[in-house]
């Protein structure tokens, strides 16, 4: 069982529905946060790929099941095949990924496991593959989906579908 009921307001369907469902006793958090989670997805010049292994690497890493599911589930609606999401854990030595998607996916495990800081030579390796407003599209996601994934930690959303 999730920890908080799910609220009839503002019912939502995809992949946030279970934890917009739970949020819906503040409506106005839920709502920004699927806006959050569009203009993430949609805009800038980061590729999808990029920022769906970033959110897939940040949902496995915190062990948010749901999450880690439902990012599994889009990428692979992205045409990410399924040995590139099996090697997700050797991205550094994997021939399914190439340089700036390791730089991007070392960053979201960096930020992952040490919040407070991004170490230098990772910034430095993001700066080599993306420019300052690609370096913020990917820095975002990577809190974003870390916010997520302890949100539907906390209140247990896996909960609700298992």
Known sequence: MPRLPQSTRDAASGPYGPLVAVLGERPEIARTLVRHAGALAESGSVSRRVKELCALMVSWLNACDYCTSCHEDLAERLGIDRATLDDLG?????????AAERAALAAAVSLTREPRALPDI???????HFDAGECVEIVATIGFYNYVNRLGNALQI????G
């Open 90 to 98: 050797n991205y550094a030595r994997s021939p399914h990924f190439d």
């Open 122 to 128: 990772l910034w430095s390796d993001l700066q080599a």
């Open 158 to 161: 896996g909960a609700m579908l």
